[in-house]
Every structure is written in C-alpha cells, then in structure tokens.
C-alpha cells in the first residue's frame, strides 16, 4: 500500500462531508463539512487538496440497498468529475449504503441528538467510507 494520505469525501446535495488519513493510513479522522452548494467549492477542494496532499481520493457511492444505481449516485459521479477537473489524483467511488446510518447510529449511542449534529453526521460518514475504502486498498 503506497504511503500518503488519503481523502474521503460523502457526498449529499445539501452537505459534502470529508474525512483525511494519516499517512499510514491508519487513523481516520473527520476533516470538515462543506456546503454543496457554495460558489467557492472548487476552491474550498483545491485548498484542502495542497494541505492535504492526498495520494488517494473516495467519495462514497451512494447505491440503493439493491446495489443498483440512483440518482444520488448519479450525483456523486457528477461530484467525482468534478473533482477530476480539480485534481489528477486517482479518485474511486466507494460503496457507502450503510456510513450514513451507521455515523447516525454511533452519534445517537454518543448520546448526541442526529437532527442537530448533521454536519457532524456528514463527516463521521466520510469517516465511515474513508475506513472501507482503506481496508479495500490493503486487501489488495
């Protein structure tokens, strides 16, 4: 497994939640919430890329609990091309049907309330992805 720091990103229409590792990839922390929707997004990525300097980039897939595609993970992809504009780094799309539910889950065992932690629930899902997606990478 190459050595760096890798990025996950949850991706959602309203909040993108972001989860970095170190570089041994073997803590995953949450980074920040960003807003889907703000003009400066490319930017707010790019800036968080030259800090981070990951040598991997996840963003979650949002798959029916089919496994089959829907429309949030048409969005995703779109998200992921858009990353692609932002960065030559390789970017992989991760199955996350469960790291949403799973974050609420843990935060609510936590004792916090979920309806006023999402942007805290957004970035454990990131967390969550980022996690699968390095164990994914060292099976490998």
């Not at 949850?10 to 073997?26: E, F, K, N, P, T």
């Not at 692609?84 to 992989?92: L, Q």
């Amino acid at each position: 497994m190459k050595r760096g720091r890798r990025i996950a990103f949850d991706y959602g229409d309203v909040r993108i939640g972001v989860a970095v590792s170190d570089s041994d990839s073997i803590l995953s922390s949450p980074l920040t919430t960003l807003k889907a929707t703000d003009r400066n997004l490319n930017q707010l990525i790019s800036q968080i890329f030259s800090e981070i300097d990951p040598v991997a980039i996840y963003v979650g897939r949002p798959a029916l609990l089919s496994g089959k595609d829907g429309s949030a993970s048409e969005k995703a992809s779109e998200f992921v091309a858009q990353l692609a504009t932002i960065t030559t780094v390789p970017i992989e799309m991760i199955d996350e049907r469960m790291s949403t539910i799973s974050a609420a889950r843990n935060l609510r065992d936590a004792g916090r309330n979920a309806k006023e932690s999402k942007e805290s629930i957004d970035m454990a899902a990131a967390v969550a992805i980022l996690d699968f997606a390095i164990e994914i990478e060292k099976r490998k």
